[in-house]
């Protein structure tokens, strides 16, 4: 029994791994990443993420251009994206839920956000109105309304 508690677990925590990752790709690929000469290419990356002030990503060796974060190397990048949508997961964003929409997403994240979200949605083969818990594959986030009463 304990054998089969720890295969169910592996599995539904490595098919979570695996869609951060499809998402964290996706991001990346619309962010340019990949690209020479492109900023998330040249400054190791992928998310285009930009400096936080009073925080430094581990990795990170420095603020570049258009304050976009300077990674080590593309392994650090690729840790800060995922990073970044884990939080989305587990609630820890300041900016995103899981209950949000590719193109609600897009505000916060992108500048030319209607491009963006029809990149990322196109990348993933979704539609641009596809909830993040859909693309992340885990439960919705019920709305807290109901404590209020």
């Given at each position: 029994?304990?054998?089969?508690?720890?295969?169910?677990?592996?599995?539904?925590?490595?098919?979570?791994?695996?869609?951060?990752?499809?998402?964290?790709?996706?991001?990346?690929?619309?962010?340019?990443?990949?690209?020479?000469?492109?900023?998330?290419?040249?400054?190791?990356?992928?998310?285009?993420?930009?400096?936080?002030?009073?925080?430094?990503?581990?990795?990170?060796?420095?603020?570049?251009?258009?304050?976009?974060?300077?990674?080590?190397?593309?392994?650090?990048g690729?840790?800060?994206?995922?990073?970044?949508?884990?939080?989305?997961i587990s609630?820890?964003?300041?900016?995103?839920?899981?209950?949000m929409?590719?193109?609600?997403?897009?505000?916060?994240?992108?500048?030319?956000?209607?491009?963006?979200?029809?990149?990322?949605?196109?990348?993933?083969?979704?539609?641009?109105?596809?909830?993040?818990?859909?693309?992340?594959?885990?439960?919705?986030?019920?709305?807290?309304?109901?404590?209020?009463?």
């Open positions: 029994m304990r054998l089969l508690t720890i295969l169910f677990f592996c599995s539904t925590f490595c098919a979570a791994q695996d869609r951060v990752q499809t998402l964290a790709e996706a991001i990346a690929k619309a962010e340019g990443y990949g690209r020479k000469r492109a900023i998330p290419t040249r400054y190791h990356n992928p998310g285009d993420l930009k400096a936080v002030r009073g925080w430094v990503y581990p990795g990170q060796i420095g603020i570049g251009k258009a304050n976009h974060v300077r990674f080590r190397d593309d392994n650090s690729w840790t800060a994206l995922r990073h970044q949508v884990e939080k989305i609630g820890s964003s300041q900016h995103y839920s899981v209950n929409s590719l193109q609600e997403m897009s505000k916060h994240y992108a500048g030319n956000h209607r491009v963006w979200t029809k990149n990322v949605a196109h990348n993933l083969g979704v539609p641009q109105d596809t909830s993040l818990w859909e693309i992340l594959g885990v439960p919705p986030v019920l709305e807290a309304s109901w404590r209020s009463q």
